[in-house]
């Protein structure tokens, strides 16, 4: 089991930039990606960013050229800068590892942020 914490949340006004982490204890040497995920106020949640353990990163068409995932280590296995806030970025995100491609794996408790003048 992997439990993840996120971090870094809050309050940015429009243009802003804020970087959530997501650090990882237990079975860490387990986790094949890291996905970030959000869910806006009344929507569906939303694919934002996944990093592979290799590296490999792949991002929503929507943050493509404003966010960046990267990762530290094992225990800091994803974090996500995020430039150039728009208001439609406003939602609770959340970090999700997996063992392997597809696997629904273990999530943390979210972070929210707000985009707001």
């Known amino acids: 089991q992997v439990q993840l914490v996120e971090s870094g949340g809050g309050l940015v006004q429009p243009g802003g930039s804020l970087r959530l982490s997501c650090a990882a204890s237990?079975?860490?040497?387990?986790?094949?990606?890291v996905n970030w995920y959000r869910q806006a106020p009344g929507k569906q949640r939303e694919s934002v960013a996944t990093?592979?353990?290799?590296?490999?990163?792949n991002y929503a068409d929507s943050v493509k050229g404003r966010f960046t995932i990267t990762r530290d280590n094992a225990k800091n296995p994803g974090y996500l800068q995020m430039n150039s806030l728009k208001r439609e970025a406003t939602a609770v995100y959340y970090c999700?590892?997996?063992?392997?491609?597809?696997?629904?794996?273990?999530w943390g408790q979210g972070t929210r942020v707000t985009v707001s003048s």
């Open positions: 999700n590892a997996v063992p392997f491609a597809g696997a629904d794996g273990s």
């Open positions: 237990g079975s860490i040497l387990s986790i094949y990606a």
């Open positions: 990093i592979t353990s290799g590296g490999s990163t």
